[in-house]
Structures are given as structure tokens and as C-alpha cells.
């Protein structure tokens, strides 16, 4: 009987060494578990926050885009006006360039009309013709 005790005995001894070691590793996945639900906890939390960062960007994106638009509308409207500007100058300075007084030429058409005109009136009056 007291063999028969010692058996039973050390087979308890043995499954509760097994239940603690059991025990062990499972206090060990639950640690692990907590501390797996922390990270994700804060995982999700750090992902929030991120879509937050990336709405605040996208509206920057945007405001960025529509000043660049604006940007090359304005840039658009000033080639147009430069280009106004361009040929009103040029009109300005044609007719600038036309209405200068070319003595050179002022001279020569005087020699050339005014001095046969002279000749001429010069013959009639030697001639005698009125």
C-alpha cells in the first residue's frame, strides 16, 4: 500500500510539475497577448493619426494645384498682354518712323518739281507767253 501511495504520489508530483510548467508557458502567452494588444492598440492609433496627416495633405495638395492653375492662367493672361504691348509699340513706332521729316528726300522732290517748274516759268516769261 505504501508503494501503491508512492506511485500515485510521485505521478501527482509529476502532473503538477506538468500543470506548472503549463502554467508558465501560459502566463507567458497571455503576457504576450497583452502586450500584442498594446501594440495594436497603438498601431491603430498611430494609423488615425496618419489619415488625419494625409487629409491635411491632400487639401494642401489641392490648394497647391489650384494655385498653380491660377498660376499659369495669370502666366497665360501676361504673354497676351506682352504680346499686345509688343505690337502696339511696333504700330508706334512705324508710324513714328513715317511721320519723320526726311530732308534728303524733302530735297529732292523740291529739286525735282520745283526746279522744272521754274525753267519752265522762266521760258514763258522770256518767250513772252502769259
Known amino acids: 500500500m505504501s508503494e501503491d501511495l508512492n506511485g500515485r504520489l510521485s505521478k501527482l508530483e509529476a502532473k503538477v510539475e506538468n ?75 512705324k508710324k513714328a518712323d513715317e511721320s519723320k521729316i526726311d530732308f534728303a528726300k524733302l530735297f529732292k522732290h523740291i529739286l525735282w518739281t520745283g526746279l522744272p517748274t521754274l525753267i519752265v516759268a522762266y521760258l514763258l516769261y522770256k518767250f513772252g507767253i502769259k
Open 19 to 93: 500543470h506548472s510548467k503549463q502554467l508558465d508557458i501560459q502566463a507567458t502567452k497571455n503576457d504576450l497577448q497583452v502586450e500584442m494588444n498594446t501594440l495594436l492598440k497603438m498601431q491603430i492609433e498611430s494609423n488615425e493619426k496618419q489619415n488625419v496627416q494625409m487629409e491635411k495633405f491632400a487639401e494642401t495638395l489641392d490648394r497647391v494645384d489650384e494655385n498653380l492653375t491660377n498660376l499659369n492662367v495669370s502666366q497665360q493672361r501676361l504673354q497676351s498682354e506682352v504680346i499686345q504691348i509688343g505690337n502696339r509699340v511696333e504700330d508706334i513706332e
